[in-house]
């Protein structure tokens, strides 16, 4: 057996010095090395039938053979492979070909709005600022003068992490952060994800967008409020936009205000975007509460001011007539194209 060794050995060198392509040398390796049929293999599985005294030294030598072999194998094929590579370098570009098309990625819709609205906003001398989606209850409701009894904290519209962390259900947290670090005045705004356990359907869904705004300095009034989202209302949507302000309530500003917008699709004649009404809600606002000043070290008779949050996902549908929140996070490219 040692001597069928010596001269598989032999006869695999002058093999792979014939060898004249990589070609070639992969069909060596297959024949001495191969898992089926394969000259080395044949010779292990043969082991077990000789004679005791000389199974030990017969497999010592046949996988010493077959670690030489692959080395050999490596370095023919590393000498072919650069000859291709040298070749392949050589070759000449035939320019009279049409080019190539190489598809370009773009910005997801939602992105695009909110880079717009940051835009807008960064034109009225607004910072843009940015907090974690991981927070605290004390900044996701104590500071904003939001009630222990108050709905929005119970487990079934809040996701809650345990020891009083939870999934941010506003970016309004931001706003508290904010305050406590900086003195007035301020104009920020706040993008970000937000999460809430809603049920996905076509209008709404789990994790979606938000901008809160805020601004505080002496003398902030609610005509201050109003100036600034018809502003930004005229330039995402057009001049000929109208708004409309209703009295509501939340617990972080007084007084409150829903406010909606003409419909965009069908200029206010009513439509099923717009329920047949003409007026499409598309944000909440209001005089910054008191309280809210008081629990981060401003003083309340100093100082006012304004919030406001807008839906990312409700401008988006409403500027493009999107009928299905759903679309934005399938990742059909179908429809993410046309943005």
Known sequence: MQERLGEIQNQAKEDLAKAESLEEVEAIKTRYLGRKGGVITEVIKAIPGLPPEQRSSTGKSANTLKQEISKWIEDAKGKFVGKEQASDSKKMFDLSLPGEHKPYGHKHPLTQTIDEIKGIFKKLCFDIEYGPEVEHEYYNFDALNIPADHPSREDFDTFYLGNKRLLRSQTSTVQIRVMEKTKPPIRMIAPGKVFRPDTVDARHASMFHQIEGLMVDEGV????????????AQSYFGQDIKMRFRPSFFPFTEPSAE??????????????????????????????????FDTVGYDSEKYTGFAFGIGVERLTMLKYGIDNIRLFFENDLRFLSQF
């Open 221 to 232: 009034s609610f005509s201050d409020l109003k100036y600034v989202l018809t502003l930004f």
């Open 259 to 292: 406010i909606d917008i003409s419909c965009s699709l069908c200029k206010g004649k009513g439509c099923s975007v717009c329920s047949q009404s003409g007026w499409v809600e598309v944000l909440g606002a209001g005089m910054v509460d008191p309280n809210v």
